[in-house]
């Protein structure tokens, strides 16, 4: 059996098996990216990214090693490589994904290759094609093959008509990025395959993820990963939103919790195909008063980017994910304070095994 979770933008696996059947899952990523990744991912060009590896890992434990498959179309860091099976795969390259599935009978595909909302902005003809090109590709494989088909939304699904405080799972969705545009379109092909030929299609709209593996990759929300690791380094933060901009967020290890749980909920528990998911909801001066309850020196300054300002005033400050706690049980475990804490130990822990000093 084997699991094969692709990324979309940020990974991709592959499953051997089903889980509903066998108990199996086998991953694997299908990162492929930009080949300029513009400002926002100039270093870090191996990386790996905070959903996907972390959902690997974690689900090679729970599944078995051998039944989850990463693929990405960039060079994995060595301790993903020797994790478990990877491969290189382009979610553009629609021969060669049928060529994986088929000769590795895999039965789970998690989607998560994808360009970001202001790396999308920045590259629109790239993020249409790999976020909605890719998508088609993923789809129509899904569904050739009997696949179950996870594929990640966001919170930038929404638009500035849509419900803010808090958006419910369904509504008015006018989003105004090209990432938004390709999300919902995700949404509605996968409901609408669903619908009329029985695609086990399953969509959550993730907030911001918040990893410490997770380099910024271009988003809107990158500067909630990036005020840890400067309060650690520098000790000064320069965000590039308003200090009053309030976006729902989550810690990497409840969206992988939820992920899983949702992907195990059997179909009959199921009244969408498409959930909010929330955790909590902060803005940067609220999470800078926290980590200075733990850094009282931090310094943040307020420089903020009219496109990623434009963007984020336009996305929900709250998501409405009563749904998702009713039908399969969701409840995250992380708020802000432990987000906090637990955010600084890995950051501290990373630069101390990295040689890297520690503010
Ligand atoms: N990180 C977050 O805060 C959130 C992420 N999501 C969704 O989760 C998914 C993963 O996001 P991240 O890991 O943060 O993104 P990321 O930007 O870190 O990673 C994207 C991955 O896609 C890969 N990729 C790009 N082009 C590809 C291609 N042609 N073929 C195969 N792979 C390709 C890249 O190599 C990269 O590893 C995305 O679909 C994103 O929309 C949703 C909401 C929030
Ligand atoms: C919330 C997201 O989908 C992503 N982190 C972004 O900011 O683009």
Not at 192 to 218: E, M
Not at 300 to 327: E, G, H, K, L, M
Not at 332 to 339: K, T
């Amino acid at each position: 059996m084997r699991l094969c979770v692709p990324n979309a933008a940020v990974l991709g696996l592959f499953c051997r098996g089903c889980l509903s059947r066998t108990g199996n899952w086998t991953s694997r990523s299908f990162n492929s990216l930009p080949r300029k990744m513009s400002r926002w991912n100039s270093e870090e060009p191996c990386s790996p990214h905070l959903n996907v590896i972390l959902s690997l890992l974690m689900s090679r434990k729970q599944y078995g090693t051998e039944n989850v498959i990463l693929s990405d179309i960039k060079k994995p860091p060595p301790h993903v490589f020797t994790s478990g099976p990877f491969v290189y795969a382009d979610v553009l390259d629609y021969k060669h994904l049928r060529e994986l599935i088929v000769n590795n009978r895999i039965t789970w595909l998690v989607h998560y290759s994808a360009l970001l909302s202001a790396v999308g902005e920045a590259n629109v003809a790239l993020a249409r094609k790999i976020n909605i090109t890719g998508l088609h590709n993923v789809l129509d494989l899904a569904l050739e093959n009997c696949l179950r088909l996870f594929v990640p939304s966001t919170i930038g699904a929404f638009g500035p008509s849509s419900p803010r405080d808090p958006a419910p799972d369904l509504c008015v969705q006018r989003p105004r990025t090209i990432y938004g545009v390709s999300k919902v379109h995700g949404e509605l092909m996968g409901e609408y395959l669903h619908h009329k030929y029985g695609l086990d299609f399953r969509c959550l709209r993730y907030p911001g993820v918040i990893s410490v593996n997770t380099p910024p990759g271009g988003g809107t929300t990158d500067y909630a990963v990036q005020i840890f690791h400067d309060a650690l380094s520098t000790g000064h933060h320069e965000c590039y939103l308003r200090p009053d901009t309030r976006l729902p967020m989550m810690h990497i290890s409840d969206c992988h919790r939820a992920t899983v749980e949702f992907m195990q909920a059997p179909e009959c528990q199921l009244s969408l195909r498409t959930y909010n998911i929330a955790a909590m909801s902060f803005t940067p001066e609220e999470v800078a008063q926290e980590i200075r309850k733990h850094l009282p020196h931090l310094k943040v300054t307020y420089n903020p980017d009219s496109i990623r300002q434009t963007i984020a005033d336009s996305w929900p400050v709250r998501f409405d994910d009563s749904n998702a706690r009713r039908d399969w049980g969701w409840a995250p475990a992380f708020g802000i304070e432990e987000l906090v804490a637990d955010m600084l130990r890995s950051v501290r822990d990373k630069r101390t095994n990295e040689g890297l000093p520690v503010s």
